[in-house]
Structure formats: C-alpha cells, structure tokens
C-alpha cells in the first residue's frame, strides 16, 4: 500500500533563517507531487506541483522552492524566512491522470518567529 | 479572488441530526466536485466526489449536490457522529488546469 512521509512534524524557526522540509512517498512510482499550504484561516493552497524528477511548477510567488532530487521525493526550502511563511505545510501525491484524489501527508506545523 | 468560498467556518450539531455543509464557487468551467476532511495534525483525507454531469452522489452517510446553475455544492451527514467532527473542505478541479482549488473549510461539531 501507498504511504506518504513527512517530517518534521513541528518546526519552530526564527525571521531570516532557512527552511527544509522533506516529503517521501513509498508505494507508488512516478507520483504526481504537490506542496500545499494552509495559513490560519484560510484553504489549502496549492504552492508547487511536480509531475516527474526534476520537473516543478511553481503557483504562487513567493520566497519557497521546490525540488524533487528523486522519484518520490519533494522538499520545500526557503534560503530566508518571513513571518508570513508560517502555517501548516501539506506534501500530497496522485497517479497518473488522478488529479481528483490526491492524498495528503501529515503535514508539518511551522511557526516563523 | 477566492473562486471557492465556504462561507460558514463553523457548525455545531446534535449527534443523530443531519449536518449540511456549503460551498460556492464562482467558475462554470470547472468540472469535478470534491469534499475532503481534515483531523488536528492530520492531512486531509479524500471523503466524497461528483462529477458536472451529475446532481447527487451518495456514499453511506454522505451525500453530496450539485446546483450548476446556483455553482452551489453541499455536502450531507445524516446521521451526524461525534467521529464526524473534523475540518471539511470543498475543492473544485478544472479538467483544464488538472488543479484542484480548496475552499477554507468548515469545522463541524457534533455534540453527544
């Protein structure tokens, strides 16, 4: 069956300082990848998605990156975070043509003080 | 421009009564219809789904319409459990774009 990693599940970082958060997913190859971002009271939004390696579609501009070194793996990064860069991270993955469902990870809690 | 707008961001209900949830979005274009619900901590786990060419789909307790002409969607719990309480999020997926664009959920209470 289809697990999906992340870590770190909580992550408390200052103002300026870089950020890297991972996202693995077993099970599956050749998933499509999606990094989504949900701020305080606001919907998940959709920050990158990535249909193969080193493919990345960015859909918000913004101070994060993405990059996807394998198969089945995607990480976030910031070189200098902002206070407004906190909230909760969520990695999801489909198959295929499968946009509809996607599955979500645990997601990471960040808190940019 | 919020194209999916879950107007209410809370809703309490007695455990055994029917729990209906909103969702509203602006483009016509957009073709599939899906509810997802979100534990603390948790990601979002995929709940129930419709396509534009249907007004209803139903799966056990859950229900969910479609009003293309309102572009109103609604998603139904009867009987309400105290497990059903959880964030619920609507998203609308255009086959265009292959996105899918969440609503900022509702959090249901379902008191004992």
């Known amino acids: 069956s289809q697990t999906i990693h992340q870590w770190p599940a909580t992550l408390v970082q200052p103002v300026g300082s870089p950020l890297s958060l991972e996202c693995t997913v077993e099970g599956t190859s050749n998933p499509n990848l999606y990094w989504y971002r949900q701020a305080a009271g606001r919907g998940l939004q959709l920050l990158f998605y990535?249909?193969?390696?080193?493919?990345i579609s960015s859909e918000v501009p913004q101070n994060l990156s993405a990059s996807r070194p394998q198969d089945r793996q995607f990480i976030l990064s910031s070189k200098k975070l902002l206070l407004s860069d906190s909230g909760f991270y969520l990695c999801?993955?489909?198959?295929?043509?499968?946009?509809?469902?996607?599955?979500f990870g645990p997601g990471t809690r960040l808190l940019v003080l | 421009d919020q194209q999916v707008k879950q107007n209410s961001p809370s809703l309490s209900v007695q455990e055994g009564r029917i729990s209906i949830l909103n969702c509203d979005y602006t483009n016509s274009m957009f073709d599939y219809f899906l509810w997802y619900k979100k534990y603390p901590a948790e990601g979002p786990t995929f709940l129930i789904s419709i396509s534009s060419i249907k007004d209803k789909n139903e799966d056990g307790r859950f229900t969910v319409f479609l009003n293309k002409s309102a572009k109103h969607l609604s998603l139904h719990i009867v009987p309400s459990q105290p497990g059903d309480s959880a964030v619920y999020f609507c998203a609308v997926l255009s086959s265009n774009t292959g996105k899918l664009i969440f609503g900022q959920g509702t959090t249901l209470q379902v008191k004992p």
């Open positions: 999801a993955w489909s198959v295929g043509s499968s946009w509809e469902t996607q599955y």
């Open positions: 990535s249909v193969g390696i080193g493919q």
